[in-house]
């Protein structure tokens, strides 16, 4: 067959076209290809919509889960801890119409009273031997005294009448805390709170005001509060951080204490000095006899048996404070452990002594020991208001009072110094509004131990009806003033009125009282050397005036 030139011309510009076709497939797409630096998974590739699955791209992260919803709680007030003295201020508060919720760190209740049984209470009393106890605390104190609340279960039961309708949750632990800075002044404000229970569930509460009730300042540590100094600088080691000795209550059954008490006032005095020592012993208390005590020998260097404080609990049962064990760091759940430990081993050891060495105690046997450690003192921070022996000593009196108070400069010994100081014992004084506040902050208020003052008048402020008062007079007070003022924002005038009212419906006097100015013509240089400890009251000899 022949082909025209027509023909050939159209089939060799097809073959052309097919051949470009194919050359443009080969290297056009390898051009492509080498621009995506390599990676084909760059080109856009068509989607469908059973491809279309939400696969991150290569290279990026994929996006995290949404967080957990945190359920959210607000009270008027959030108490941690469950001490005495800061169940007087929810219980008050709660009275006055506040919503209070109690966040204990403790597994259990009760703190110092419950857990740690320290069931000796001390009580404070002026010059002329007046009870200066006040408030909802003095009707345990007459229990106390009268006998009817002497056992655990006694202040168990009281425990429950003061907490009745108080929501508390107990074994939970803070995780972490949020602060805003004040607006218009230099305080800042707590405004929520995160913590864990003790199943693990993370919750937040937010509140108006936040209360310190803990040994071991669990909310405060984690706030920037200013740790004052304490007794490592009066002891004269700065470098070393101690408290006051922690206690082990000794708890003892099977003793006779109408023998022994009837055996012990039958003693001449030179008898009873040549067998134990000095101290006293009637049908409930028995106070003293250090010469018994201090024939005892420990068998560690960390434990130490001082002059008892014994209480007869009727039935044959006695509780004894008196055991001191030191270098305890109430903030460490290991060393409180420690410490329990060590009182495991040494009290019976201390009951074969007494065994030996007591009439009325040959029988005696151990009644248990306590779960918790009896915590004197954990750190101290800055006030707004710290108070000072020569307050105290000086008998002084404020205008924002929120207790009358008492006791002797009291404390307790140290690894350094085991028998500790008597700085000093005061009339009467006043503790105002301003030791319980936290500095630079608005609204956290400071309870019981927990009160701002010095290392030395803390020995005096720390006792039970001194801040329980406090804390008491300051539950109804946040009460009085919900919605007005902050606490902080209280003035002389303000606080007339709180007095007026805590005296008329409570039956509370912390205004209008004098004491004993046992500093009287006292020059500010000797002020000055007795507040820092360079001048010890009791020994102390005034240079007569020329």
Do not use: C
């Amino acid at each position: 067959m022949r082909l025209n030139r027509t023909t050939i011309t159209v089939v060799s510009v097809l073959i052309l076209l097919v051949l470009a076709v194919a050359i443009w497939a080969t290297y056009g797409k390898k051009g492509a290809t080498d621009l995506a630096g390599g990676d084909t998974s760059l080109i856009e590739q068509p989607t469908s919509p059973e491809n279309n699955t939400g696969t991150p791209v290569t290279g990026q992260k994929p996006a995290p889960p949404p967080e957990p919803v945190v359920p959210v709680e607000k009270v008027d007030i959030v108490v941690f801890g469950s001490e005495l003295e800061g169940l007087y201020l929810a219980r008050a508060a709660a009275d006055e119409g506040l919503n209070v919720k109690v966040l204990d760190p403790q597994e259990k209740v009760g703190g110092q009273v419950l857990e740690a049984e320290m069931l000796f209470l001390d009580e404070t009393k002026d010059d002329q031997g007046r009870s200066l106890v006040q408030g909802r605390i003095k009707k345990l104190f007459d229990g106390f005294k009268s006998a009817k609340i002497r056992k655990k279960d006694e202040y168990v039961r009281y425990f429950e009448e003061l907490m009745a309708g108080l929501p508390i949750e107990s074994g939970i632990t803070i995780a972490s805390v949020k602060s805003a800075p004040g607006v218009g002044t230099a305080d800042g404000s707590v405004t929520s709170v995160d913590y864990k229970t003790k199943d693990g569930e993370i919750k937040r509460i937010e509140a108006a005001y936040w209360v310190e009730n803990t040994d071991f300042a669990a909310l405060v540590s984690k706030l920037d509060a200013t740790r004052m100094p304490g007794l490592e600088v009066f002891y004269g080691h700065p470098e070393k951080i101690e408290y006051m000795s922690a206690g082990m209550m000794m708890k003892f059954k099977n003793v006779d204490w109408k023998t022994f008490n009837t055996h012990f006032n039958g003693l001449s005095a030179a008898e009873r000095k040549s067998k134990y020592g000095t101290g006293y012993v009637n049908e409930s208390f028995a106070i003293g006899l250090q010469g018994m005590t201090d024939a005892y020998k420990a068998t560690n260097d960390r434990v130490f048996l001082r002059g008892l404080n014994a209480v007869n609990q009727r039935d044959g049962e006695v509780l004894i404070n008196a055991f001191l064990i030191y270098t305890i760091d109430p903030s460490d759940p290991k060393s409180v452990e420690e410490g329990l430990e060590l009182g495991r081993k040494e009290i019976p050891l201390i009951l074969n002594h007494f065994r030996k060495s007591i009439v009325g105690w040959e029988k005696a046997e151990l009644n248990g020991f306590p779960d918790y450690l009896y915590i004197r003192e954990y750190n101290h921070y800055e006030t707004d208001y710290v108070l000072k022996p020569s307050d105290m000593l000086g008998a002084k009196m404020f205008w924002d009072n929120v207790s009358i108070a008492g006791y002797p400069l009291d404390l307790q010994g140290t690894s350094v110094n085991k028998w500790g100081n008597e700085m000093g014992r005061p009339d009467k004084y006043g503790m105002p509004l301003r030791s319980f506040l936290l500095k630079k902050y608005d609204n956290v208020i400071m309870a019981g131990k927990n009160v701002g003052a010095s290392a030395i008048a803390f020995g005096s402020a720390r006792i039970q009806p001194n801040t329980g008062l406090a804390a008491e007079s300051i539950g109804v007070i946040l009460g009085q003033i919900h919605g007005k003022k902050k606490l902080k924002e209280l003035k002389e005038a303000d606080m007339t009125a709180l007095h007026q009212y805590l005296e008329s419906k409570y039956k509370i006097k912390v205004t209008g009282v004098q004491g004993n100015n046992k500093l009287s013509g006292w020059t500010q240089d000797e002020l000055n050397k007795l507040d820092t400890g360079e001048i010890i009251y009791t020994e102390y000899r005034r240079k007569a005036a020329k």
